[in-house]
């Protein structure tokens, strides 16, 4: 009885949340990772908006996900419903990791299967980054926040008349409004060498760090991936907020090893393990338990039988010590099954959850 409390004690702590919020004010984000482009593929945004999703969940965010998003009315679904979500107030945070070219002055940021082989194709293949503005000043929310790892290379440069790189600066107003670039207009962001992109990781970083306000934030970001890249990454900021913005205020108990072990246990380490991938782990291991469990108490009771049967002393003493030993192995594997187990509704909960936050904003 001990036993079964402490683990449902264990798992109400670990789901109840690594910190305690103390900013009541709603916080909602939208995340996007494209790497599976038909052509020039990318290895990190990926990784790096699944890193940003489970770290936005934990810092209170209500967060939908989307990974390596089609088409333009798919990208564009998932904006509109964002746009939905913040005109009931609040803070809110669109990320994008992925391929984003200009055009005219303009931002796109392109599908996985956009078909783009001249330059005039982008504006009925691309996602006008106008879009996700327009969405934030008609929603007339208390703040908002665009991360944009998008300043890779052209990969459609051959094709386009201009030889404009990376993003352009966004000169349009939108009050209360910040929006971050991997870097400078006009340069190009390296995709990284690890598991992340270098203006992710730095991000990552920075916004887990308690007391530090949106605009020291990005000075530290700027810091980190410039001394990391020896000055060839500069990340850029507009800004036309009007109050401070904290992902987690100073008085704030916050664990940056739980969340750690969340990020551990969604992405695998460096492997890459998904929820879904543990789920199955998770019903193997309670599978196996269950499978022994039974195998043992059946030893149990054949033994048990045949010591009801024996005849001399020694022989029923021999069935009986075999008796007791298979109930200790049929036992022990009935008081580990809610450790496999637990993992395994944990998993599937979580599977569940992104899975359900991915579809929503499909049209």
């Known amino acids: 009885m001990l036993y079964r409390s402490l683990i449902i004690?264990?798992?109400?702590?670990?789901?109840?949340?690594?910190?305690?919020?103390?900013?009541?004010?709603?916080?909602?984000?939208?995340?996007?990772?494209?790497?599976?482009?038909?052509?020039?593929?990318?290895?990190?945004?990926?990784?790096?908006?699944?890193?940003?999703?489970?770290?936005?969940?934990?810092?209170?965010?209500?967060?939908?996900?989307?990974?390596?998003?089609?088409?333009?009315?798919?990208?564009?679904?998932?904006?509109?419903?964002?746009?939905?979500?913040?005109?009931?107030?609040?803070?809110?945070?669109?990320?994008?990791?992925?391929?984003?070219?200009?055009?005219?002055?303009?931002?796109?940021?392109?599908?996985?299967?956009?078909?783009?082989?001249?330059?005039?194709?982008?504006?009925?293949?691309?996602?006008?980054?106008?879009?996700?503005?327009?969405?934030?000043?008609?929603?007339?929310?208390?703040?908002?926040?665009?991360?944009?790892?998008?300043?890779?290379?052209?990969?459609?440069?051959?094709?386009?008349?201009?030889?404009?790189?990376?993003?352009?600066?966004?000169?349009?107003?939108?009050?209360?409004?910040?929006?971050?670039?991997?870097?400078?207009?006009?340069?190009?962001?390296?995709?990284?060498?690890?598991?992340?992109?270098?203006?992710?990781?730095?991000?990552?970083?920075?916004?887990?760090t308690p007391g530090l306000s949106l605009t020291q934030i990005m000075m530290r970001v700027r810091e980190g991936v410039k001394n990391r890249t020896a000055n060839l990454q500069l990340p850029w900021e507009t800004s036309l907020l009007t109050k401070d913005f904290y992902f987690i205020p100073d008085n704030t108990d916050f664990n940056r090893e739980r969340l750690q072990t969340a990020l551990d246990l969604n992405l695998g380490g460096k492997s890459g393990t998904s929820y879904r991938a543990q789920s199955w782990v998770a019903l193997t291991l309670v599978t196996l338990d269950v499978c022994a469990a039974l195998y043992f108490n059946s030893r149990s009771n054949s033994y048990y039988d045949k010591y009801q049967a024996a005849t001399d002393p020694e022989t029923a003493v021999k069935y009986r010590d075999k008796t007791e030993n298979y109930d200790t192995y049929t036992g022990i594997c009935t008081y580990t099954v809610p450790l496999p187990l637990s993992w395994l509704v944990y998993t599937w909960v979580k599977d569940s959850n992104r899975n359900s936050n991915s579809q929503r904003g499909k049209r």
């Open 9 to 208: 004690a264990i798992l109400v702590v670990w789901m109840t949340g690594l910190f305690a919020q103390t900013d009541t004010t709603r916080r909602i984000a939208l995340v996007i990772g494209n790497s599976d482009y038909q052509s020039s593929p990318l290895k990190n945004p990926v990784n790096d908006a699944r890193a940003m999703e489970i770290t936005l969940q934990e810092l209170g965010f209500e967060t939908t996900a989307a990974y390596d998003v089609k088409s333009l009315r798919e990208f564009l679904g998932y904006i509109q419903s964002f746009g939905e979500q913040i005109r009931t107030g609040g803070v809110g945070l669109f990320y994008y990791a992925g391929h984003g070219v200009q055009v005219d002055g303009k931002n796109y940021l392109i599908p996985t299967q956009a078909r783009i082989r001249r330059e005039s194709d982008v504006e009925f293949e691309g996602v006008d980054l106008d879009r996700v503005l327009t969405e934030m000043q008609n929603a007339d929310n208390e703040l908002n926040i665009i991360l944009l790892d998008a300043c890779r290379d052209n990969p459609y440069a051959t094709g386009f008349r201009s030889g404009t790189r990376g993003l352009a600066s966004i000169t349009r107003p939108v009050p209360d409004c910040l929006i971050a670039y991997a870097t400078q207009p006009n340069g190009v962001a390296a995709d990284g060498d690890g598991n992340n992109g270098v203006f992710t990781e730095e991000l990552l970083k920075s916004i887990t």
